[in-house]
């Protein structure tokens, strides 16, 4: 079975820009989780859905917004980017918000410049 | 609030010996404790999971971990590693209440295999 899917891979953009991140969960799964890894830290939390509503909300700037679609797939939204936004940004999806088992994409790494 | 600390941030090893990598976390709740291993450039795979039940959990690639609520702690083991071992670990932990599972981190442990 197919497992998480995020594109772009990379993407490259100046301060100030937006970018736009998306995530394909695994077929079925209605809960989407999104991470942030900057250089040589550890995954935070920023935000999670469940079945197309916001279900938490972790360390995220008000600057990012997301939402996660019919379909399930979601969408992060980062708009007036900083330096300090370039990371690594994960998205991960599990079958219903009380399971523990996340699976997760292979990410994006966002290179502001 | 849960957290979780990795008390080593490198551990060399050499190949085919035994290797611990350590965990302590803190909850006032009833916890879920996880090992994720993150390889170069790659995203996070799950190792193994402690849910409930045996406290020794077994996973993929040949790790253990062991969980020990009186010393709250996680640890991850192998016997014997082996070069592709090389790779970044997180402990991580998920506190059952309420809303979905999202997942607390350690700082990570670089495990890094020498010939």
């Known amino acids: 079975a197919a497992g998480v899917i995020q594109s772009p891979r990379h993407l490259i953009k100046e301060k100030r820009e937006t970018a736009t991140l998306k995530c394909y969960p695994i077929s079925r799964h209605d809960t989407v989780y999104w991470y942030q890894q900057g250089p040589g830290q550890d995954p935070q939390f920023l935000i999670s859905f469940y079945e197309k509503m916001q279900s938490d909300k972790g360390s995220i700037p008000d600057r990012f917004s997301a939402q996660q679609f019919s379909d399930y797939h979601s969408e992060l939204n980062m708009s007036s980017l900083e330096l300090g936004d370039s990371a690594l940004y994960f998205c991960a999806s599990s079958l219903g918000r009380q399971t523990y088992e996340q699976y997760f994409g292979p990410g994006t790494r966002l290179t502001v410049t | 609030a849960q957290s979780v600390t990795q008390l080593d941030s490198q551990v060399p090893v050499f190949e085919e010996a035994p290797v611990e990598l350590r965990c302590n976390y803190s909850s006032s709740v009833s916890v879920y404790l996880f090992w994720y291993v993150q390889y170069p450039n790659q995203g996070l795979q799950l190792l193994l999971k402690?849910?409930?039940?045996?406290?020794l959990v077994k996973g993929i690639n040949g790790f253990e971990a062991e969980f020990n609520k009186s010393q709250t702690s996680f640890h991850l083991r192998k016997p014997s590693v082996h070069i592709s071992d090389t790779a970044e670990y997180f402990c991580a932990v998920s506190v059952g209440s309420g809303s979905a599972r999202q997942l607390t981190f350690g700082s990570g442990t670089q495990l890094t295999v020498l010939p």
């Open positions: 402690y849910l409930s039940g045996s406290t």
